[in-house]
Nanobody
Framework: QVQLVESGGGLVQAGASLRLSCVASGRTFSSYGMGWFRQAPGKEREFVANINWSGAITYYADSVKGRFTTSRDNAKNTMYLQMNSLKPEDTAVYYC????????????WGQGTQVTVSS
């Protein structure tokens, strides 16, 4: 079992940057691939980015590619989402999630952190 806590959300204007953090505890952090998801009110949760156990492989949704960067520091049990050039469309609750490297689904989720981008 792993516990995840997101932080770093806030209210910013379009064009600004934010860095979200996801701190993991409970199991060895490097045993998990990690993902970022977001959900706006009334909308389905959508994939944002993910990163493999070592940080060597990342994937991004087309909507954030070139603007967002995810990374991880296994020594600190922390994953980051650097968000640049934020747009109002990025407004959502952002969640981090963990999937065992042995395979399976994203079984572990954080509580979410609100990101609001004003025009």
């Amino acid at each position: 079992q792993v516990q995840l806590v997101e932080s770093g959300g806030g209210l910013v204007q379009a064009g600004a940057s934010l860095r979200l953090s996801c701190v993991a505890s409970g199991r060895t952090f490097s045993s998990y691939g990690m993902g970022w998801f977001r959900q706006a009110p009334g909308k389905e949760r959508e994939f944002v980015a993910n990163i493999n156990w070592s940080g060597a492989i990342t994937y991004y949704a087309d909507s954030v590619k070139g603007r967002f960067t995810t990374s991880r520091d296994n020594a600190k049990n922390t994953m980051y989402l650097q968000m640049n050039s934020l747009k109002p469309e990025d407004t959502a609750v952002y969640y981090c999630a963990a999937v065992p490297t042995s395979g399976g689904s994203y079984d572990y989720w954080g509580q979410g952190t609100q990101v609001t981008v004003s025009s």
